[in-house]
């Protein structure tokens, strides 16, 4: 489903991501460890091209994102190509960019009917569908502003699942809500996750990682320098520097 091959990304003279090699299965849960400015927010904007990367390859579904070859020479796609592309990827972000006049449902509907083109009513059913999924139907009606940060992210959540992507990625989506709402969050993430989605998630929630991942990656300075069964790396870390950080947020 995902496949990040040697890829670089510099911001200035800071060197973020250094030769990153990444893969994802169709329905594997990879959750993405590491220390504050090692590259894993990075990593998920040059994914979905928000970040245009300085060498490598990375592929969804088979389908290079941002570049096309012609003949031994790559050049950048155009806008629409890659909103096309973006499509398929599910992003959920630390704050929630809801859009604040537009309620619950509203926010819901909006990509699948103006993007996708989807019937209204048929966008408004589905939407419904996955408000229940993320334990919202009794906020359809409500405006962001008298949501929680908690219900805001929920509803983050159900948006992004909107648009029928391939794979979701989560960055850091509990990092920016309030100790007692993080466990409603990550509950709906569970709960995506049993729905078979391929997903990516950056997190600290280290019980997460635990209960939930299939595979956990460790990256240190742009580098992943583990990567493996989530128990594997979690319990018995091969890489000091590693151990050392799951040792701290412990």
């Known amino acids: 489903m995902l496949k990040v091959e040697g890829v670089n990304k510099w911001l200035g003279e800071n060197h973020v991501l250094r030769g990153v090699d990444l893969a994802i299965r169709k329905g594997e849960i990879v959750c993405v460890l590491g220390p504050s400015g090692s590259g894993k927010s990075t990593l ?28 031994d020479v790559l050049y950048e796609q155009d806008e629409r190509t890659i909103a096309k592309a973006r499509q398929h990827i599910g992003m959920v972000f630390q704050h929630f960019n809801l859009f604040g006049n537009m309620t619950a449902l509203g926010n819901i509907i909006y990509g699948p009917v103006k993007i996708l083109k989807h019937p209204r009513k048929e966008s408004v059913d589905k939407a419904r569908n996955l408000l229940a999924l993320v ?16 219900q805001q992210q929920r509803v983050a959540i159900a948006r992004a699942l909107a648009m029928e992507p391939r794979l979701m990625m989560f960055d850091e989506p509990t990092s920016a809500l309030d100790p007692e709402l993080v466990g409603e969050v990550l509950t709906t993430m569970r709960k995506v ?18 209960e939930v991942a299939d595979r956990v990656v460790f990256m240190d300075q742009g580098r992943v320098l583990e990567d493996g069964p989530a128990r594997d790396v979690l319990d018995n870390p091969k890489h000091e520097r590693t151990a050392a950080f799951l040792r701290r947020v412990h």
Do not use: K, W
């Not at 088979?62 to 096309?68: A, N």
């Not at 996750?193 to 635990?210: K, N, P, Q, S, Y």
């Open 135 to 150: 334990g919202m139907s009794d906020r359809a009606d409500a405006f962001p502003s008298q949501l929680s940060g908690g």
């Open 193 to 210: 996750a049993e729905e078979g989605m391929t997903m990516l998630v950056v997190t600290h929630e280290i019980g997460f990682a635990r």
């Open 44 to 71: 998920l904007r040059c994914i979905n091209h928000l970040d245009p990367v300085d060498g490598g390859v990375i592929e969804v579904a088979g389908e290079r994102i941002g570049y096309e070859l012609r003949g």
